[in-house]
């Protein structure tokens, strides 16, 4: 070892604590430098250039002798600090990627710290707790009139989507009538799709979609076309447009089936953290199983997700016994049996960051977060709306997504102006100014185009703060545009 | 909002920076009071006790008003530490549960506070660079000989083992024959029967091992009856033992009989980084994938789990396109797809801590690491050896992992002689005083008995240290040790 600390400095140990916080204080400079030297949402260049400057920064990775703690952590944090795309940046919009709270990455410190894992009482005692207090209260809070509803942590959507899947699965082989067969809108995460491809699943059925939300005729007609179990999946907060399916009718037709429906709100679901907003979600309550997540409207850093149950037996699919974790005579002794909570075996503490936010905020905090964002999203959307060189996807913003083009995208073919949207999208990318979405979405005379997507969880950025966002746009479309194509160009017969 | 921080505070934004600051110092405040408070491997009082304890400590977890930040991250942080299962307590040793290394906890809370998912270029343009650099370097330190190795990064083994399974399914799939099956040793980890499950494959066939191993005599005579693409599942690093099976043998056998051979070396795999260490991994060069961990002998946090293949092409199988994370267009303009690398979507950096701890300690300091903890279980072995009081089951260590029983439980029938070794260990739990784990061995006259395990992970704690460990066992053992059983107990024909 080259460098001034012991190698084998842990983070908790008995002696290591000085060692500890002088590496974390490493770790504060080098994020406020990286940021600082970045000045932008993301770095400019592209990507081979990003890849070349963060190679030369980080040197080789797993060198014969090493450099030391402190000069690993400067150039590395350096280098990914400087190479980030900072969804706390006012332009960084693009995606489901949230700017986490200040509040809950210091918590989730102590997780890394503690480093307990959730699969035996005996390596996470009070972390399990808290752990168990997170569900029961997200429970609670999602599914409020289930009689018995549980949650389990996941590593995000995709994971709690794979796990309702899995749960239909074996309600239906137990049932022991026809395998599940899933029915999804063409809305639907893709995850649904994965999940049924990884479980061994038939491909589901995907429904097409009306103005980007499942219908509940088109549900009902291919339930009256299928027999046998069903899991029905509907969406609260879409990828692509951030809108919600109509859940009370979709509850209504899966029921008079005898279908059971799983909604997929990991971005819709922290509506319900606020009065005012909560009633966007109406229908939930008849859902067998709910897709949660809180490191999209939640401000968490990843991972935060969890799927929440009506019906906590259901849990019991995932019973398990592995003696060195929880043997029979253990259990019956009264040692927790936790590896039946997930299908993960070792596994973060992702519950503490939530719990500390939770106690920090309390519900109305975080549901003023929440407003906050729905109000800035229909704020950015009034901008929009009133800018001369951009134009919005017609429709209501159910969540905080709002889709917008250039009015330069209209004076070309449809092909051309798609690829426009997608050619500036990926300018402001290289040049660093902004990080944009992309969706294809249904425009107001029926055909699909390409839009830019701005989806906004940022808990303190402001109207202001995202206007600078349209002229950049705006000013990118206008070099970029070719001249205007000949009339008729794309309209061949 | 109660509390003296605005409730919006990001980790990385504008001007947060002093408030983020100020935040993990009370983190790092909270964790050394709380440890100190706690003062032993883990709380005493047991499971009920231990959760009045830590509810009492954290009050409501979703209050309708929230207590501010400063006050949840104490209460919480606060309670998690006292009441956590230490694993850099020298005498909490029962499971591949590792304590973090403060250089790898410091990085790892920049992979909080930047937020990175690794899911598409636009949301980590540096951290998937230092992602790449890692796998590049891992499968290179794995598997040296192949000529096209990758890694994936997994959130543990049991992830890991998932893929290789889903992989070989696929392979199956495509070759068009029979369905893939599973041959494995009785010593494979849970997670491989449980991946069988999830992924909709027959119950592997599971064969029974001599003295921990499995032996490739009995993986002849399975492939043999069974005709069809199979994969056989060895594993460097038993859970229970610590033992490394036969691998060029059961290289051998398996190439013979055109099956494919996956090593689960989730404990065993960071032998490699160590000269001296790395031939008891003989044989991994056959393998099609390789489970790798740095969360269990790599002191990472969790999480930090790998697959490594010898053919980077079997990663296609995860190939998948969804328009919003890596359109056609984007990818053929040069922006890298990332969803492909892995099942999850969004996904935490987990690969920076692993760059920051390769690039601090390099190749043999992570080696000399991992030599210590194998040195310390030898020592530890002689410890047992020399006491009095406890016996160890009689065999090579293989890594770090040392069996042994109160001699006091062999003057016992057989039954009531595992009871008072399942008996002492959950005595220790509930005093606070040893973390030690248990597992069913075979002894020296080839009966299974119960064994207390103590796994070896510590980078830094000495043989001494682990001294006291066993006049503890014999102390508990001789208080709870019934009277001797009368002669013949336990011998009925």
Redesign the interface.
Known sequence: ?T?P??????????G??A???D??G???D???QG?ADRGGP??SG???E??AR??AA????????????E???R???G???????????PHCV????????????????????????MD????????A??EG??TA?LAR?VLPRAAAPDALIT?????ANLLAL?FARERAARAGTSPLRVVCGANA???VH?AAW????PEPRTLPCTRGRLTPDVVADALREHRGPTLVVATAGT??EGLIDPLPQLAEVTAAHGAELHVDAAYGGPLCFSDALAPRLAGLDAAVSVTFDL?KLG?Q???AGALVLADAAAVRHLS?R????N?E??TE????DLLGRS???????DA??V???????????IG??VE?CVRTAEGFADAVDAHPAVRRRPGRIDISTVLFRPTAADDLSDEEGD?LV?AVR?RL?HEGRA?L????AEDADGLRRLWL?ATLL???ASVDDLGELLDLVAAVAAVRAPAPAPTNNGDAP
Chains 1, 2 share one sequence.
Do not use: C
């Open positions: 070892m460098g600390y012991p190698s084998g400095s842990t983070a908790t140990g008995a290591d604590a060692v500890f916080r590496l974390t490493i770790v504060l080098a994020l406020a940021t993301l770095p592209g990507p081979d990003v890849a963060t190679r980080i040197g080789a990775v797993l060198p014969q002798h090493g450099v030391g703690p000069a690993a952590l150039e590395v944090v280098a990914a600090a400087r190479g980030a795309a900072d969804p706390a940046h693009a995606h489901l990627h949230t700017p986490a709270l200040a509040v809950a990455v210091a918590a989730d410190l102590a997780a890394s710290a503690l480093n307990p894992s035996s009482w005996d390596q996470a005692p009070a972390a707790v808290v207090e997170v209260a809070l590593s995000g959507g995709t994971e899995l995460h893709h995850s994965r990884v479980l061994g699943l990828t692509d490191h401000w850093p990843l991972a398990h592995a003696d060195y974790l043997a005579d253990d002794a009264g040692l927790p299908l993960r075996t070792s596994r973060r503490p503490l960051k719990a500390v936010t939770m106690r920090a905020l309390g519900r109305s905090g003023a977060l906050h690829a997608a990926r990318l990080v979405g992309r969706a294809v997507k940022h808990p303190a």
